[in-house]
C-alpha cells in the first residue's frame, strides 16, 4: 500500500484507526478506542475508530479527526495538499498538534524542506 500522508503530516497508512478499518478488526478497534480516550482525555467507542484517511474527500474518518481536528477543514479550506504547502506553516492549530504528535512535524519539515524544489 502507499504511504498516505495527512494534512496534518501523521502517516494515516501507519494510523492503527486506519489499519484497524483496512483489516476490519474489531478488537484492534477497541484497543485503539481504549488507548486513544486515555491519551486524549476525551471517551471514544470502537465505532470511532474506523477510518479510509483524511485525504479520502467522502470516506470514514476516525472519531479524533471528526470530533477534535481542526487542521483537515482548515487545509481544504485553503485548498492545501497539507500544512507544509501552506503559507502560514507553523500556524497555532500545528504547534498544539506538534505537541502530541511530534512525528507529524517531522513529516511536515521534510515535506518542506522539498517544496518548490
Aim: aromatic share 8%; net charge positive.
Amino acid at each position: 500500500m502507499d504511504e498516505m500522508i495527512g494534512r496534518c503530516g501523521l502517516i494515516c497508512t501507519k494510523c492503527e484507526a486506519f489499519i484497524a478499518t483496512k483489516n476490519d478488526d474489531d478488537g484492534a478497534r477497541r484497543r485503539v478506542a481504549a488507548s486513544w480516550s486515555k491519551h486524549f482525555g476525551m471517551k471514544f467507542e470502537p465505532e470511532d475508530i474506523t477510518c479510509d484517511g483524511c485525504l479520502q474527500e467522502n470516506g470514514r474518518r476516525s472519531g479524533y479527526c471528526r470530533k477534535i481536528c481542526e487542521i483537515r477543514p482548515c487545509a481544504q479550506a485553503r485548498k492545501v495538499k497539507n500544512c507544509a504547502y501552506c503559507e502560514d506553516y507553523v500556524c497555532e492549530k500545528l504547534k498544539k498538534f506538534f505537541s502530541i504528535a511530534p512525528r507529524a512535524k517531522a513529516t511536515l519539515n521534510k515535506i518542506r524542506k522539498n517544496v518548490g524544489k
